[in-house]
């Protein structure tokens, strides 16, 4: 008896989904291997893009009432940071932190009518939490690149130190926001559960009130995987 010219094409259909199976089951199987998680700790250097007439607004304005003028300001400083993620992917990750962008201060010649003339010093800190998305390029064993994007919650704090009597008037006030970050960078494992991070980031409106611009920040950190 023939058999029926129909089981050749069953046959192939038979393979093909035993060939898909086995390939959706390795890539899981991989998917699962890579899963992992990391923590790190890191030092960079901040430097902050604000605009000094941003600030004279804010001395202009109540309760200071002040007009500002000869303006120079240090715009760079230390930062820290701590992070922690969840490798789901080989090459996609979820990264949560905490970082101090650092200090800008601000140095300005005040006055105001029937006051006489005084110096003002500003300091704005900025610091707060980050939640990123983060895609994964490994190159080899002990090498990978990242870029990430994601949102920073940014706790500023503002301190007004206005001298002399009549002038005197020192504060402090705060402010929180949330707004975009990203950045780019590489990782180095020494072995498989050290390695060192080295990456570029960039904050966007950072600041108090009206005296907000962008943060960039170059940092090195040491990072732990398990």
Known sequence: MRKSDTWMPARGLTAGLAALALAVGSASALAASQAEWYAGFGVGYSSFDLDDSDLGAILAAPPFGLTATNFSHEDSDIG???????????????????????????????????????SSNTDLKSYGLTLAAVGILPVGDRFEAFGKLGAYVNRAKAEFDIYPPP????????????????????????????????????????????????????????????
């Open 167 to 226: 002038l005197m008037n020192s504060t402090s006030e705060t402010d929180t926001s949330t707004d975009l970050f990203l950045g780019i960078g590489a990782t180095f494992y020494f072995n498989e559960s050290v390695g060192i991070r080295a990456e570029w980031e960039w904050y966007s409106d950072v600041g108090y009130e009206d005296v907000t611009g962008d943060v960039n920040m170059l940092s090195a950190s040491v990072q732990f995987r398990w």
């Open 80 to 118: 820290y940071k701590i992070y922690g993620g969840y490798r789901f992917h080989p090459y996609i990750a979820a990264e949560v932190g905490y970082v101090e962008l650092g200090t800008a201060s601000f140095d300005a010649t005040v006055s105001r009518a029937g006051a006489g003339t005084g």
